[in-house]
C-alpha cells in the first residue's frame, strides 16, 4: 500500500515538473515575440538592403571587400533617411531599381562607392533621378583618387590628383577617354554642357566630354572661373580683378564687367537668366540686359546657380536662395553645398547631407556621406558624386 502511494505521488511530481517547464518555455517565447529587438527574424525583416549592403548598421556597412564600381559597395556606402525614400538594387550586377515610398512614386536613389587604390579616398556616386546608360562614370576611374571634378548633361571631366585630365560621355557607355595636357588645371567648373578648366599658365580651356573633342583655349591671364547655369556662356575673373561673361561660341567677344568700385570679388555665378550674382561680403546682382549692380541686403561668400537663380552661403554658415531659387529647408551650420535647376545639395560637418529641390518628387532628402568626404558635384542629370 505504502509502495503505491509512493509510486503515485512520484508520478505526480514529473507531471508538475513537465508542466511547469512547458509553462515557462511557452512564456519566453510569446515575450520575445512581442520584443522585435529580441525576435532576430523580425528585426532583420526591418533592414533595408542597397547593392547587397546593410544601411542601417554603419559598422557593417563599411565592413565590406572592394568588388568593382557597380556592385556590392564596401567602404563608404551611404546612408539614408528611410522616410522618403529607400535605395535598392540588384546585388550582383549592381544595376539600379526603382522602390516604391509611402504615395506610390517610384524613387530612385541607388548609391555606389570605391575605395580606391591610391589611399582611403572614397568615390561615391548617388542617382538622385534616373540616369541614362553611360551617364555614371565607369568603373576603372572609380579607382583613381579625384581633384576636380565637373558633370554636365551627358557625361562628366575629372582631374586627377597625379594632374591627369579624363572624361566620359553617355555616347559611348563604358568608355574612359584620357586627356593630355601641357599645364595642370588649378580649378575646374563649366556649365550644364561643358567642363571649363583653368591652367597653371592662367589659361581658360572648354573641355567637352567625348573623347574625339580637344580643347579649345578660351582666353588668356585669367585668375578663376565660375560657374554657370546658361547653355552656351561662362564668367571668368581676369588677373586685374575684372568679370568676363564668355560667349563659348565666340570666345573673342567676351562682355567686358567692371566691379563695384572697392569691391574685391570672392565669388561669381551667372545664371540662366543671364543675371550675376556675386558674393563679396556683401550680395551683389547685375542683369546684364538692363542696368547696373545693385547691391543686396544680405551677405554673401558664396554663391552656386540654381536655374534662373542661386544658392548663397553667407558669414553665419548658412544657405538662402535668390533669384527664385528653390529655399533650402531648415539646415545645421554648412561646410559645402552646390546646385543645379532644381536641385541643391548641402553637407553640414558632420557629413550629413540634405537633398531638396522642384525636381525631386519626395520632397527633402537624408543622406549620410562617408566620413572622409571633402568634396561633392551635382551634374543637371541629378547625378551627385561625392569623395
Known sequence: MSSHRNQTFFYALISGVFIGALGVGLWMWFAQQARPDL????NSAKKSKAFGVDLMNDSEAQAGSVASAISSPP???AQLDHSSTTPVGDAESGSPSLSQNASGLSSPLTSTSVLTNLGASIVQVYELLPQEDGQLPPADLM??????????????????ESGGLVTWDVSVPGA?????????LTQLKGTPQVAIGLDQKNQVWRIATRGESRFDRLRDNCHDIYSSSHAGKTLVKTAVGELVVLDLNR???GKLIAAPPGVNVRQAILTASMTVWMAAGQLWRLDLRYGGWQQQSSTGDEVSPMGDGAIVFNEEGHLY???????????????????TNGIAVSMDHDRNATVWGARLSEGVRKIKLSPTTNNIVLGPSGLLIAW
Open 176 to 184: 574612359l577617354f584620357e586627356m593630355k595636357i601641357d599645364s595642370k
Open 39 to 42: 525576435n532576430p527574424q523580425s
Open 75 to 77: 567602404v563608404g556606402s
Open 251 to 253: 570666345p573673342s567677344s
Open 321 to 339: 536662395s535668390v533669384g527664385g531659387a528653390d529655399p533650402p529647408p531648415d539646415l545645421p551650420a554648412t561646410r559645402l553645398f552646390v546646385a
Open 143 to 160: 579607382q583613381q583618387s579625384w581633384k576636380y571634378a565637373h558633370l554636365t548633361n551627358s557625361g562628366g571631366v575629372v582631374s586627377l
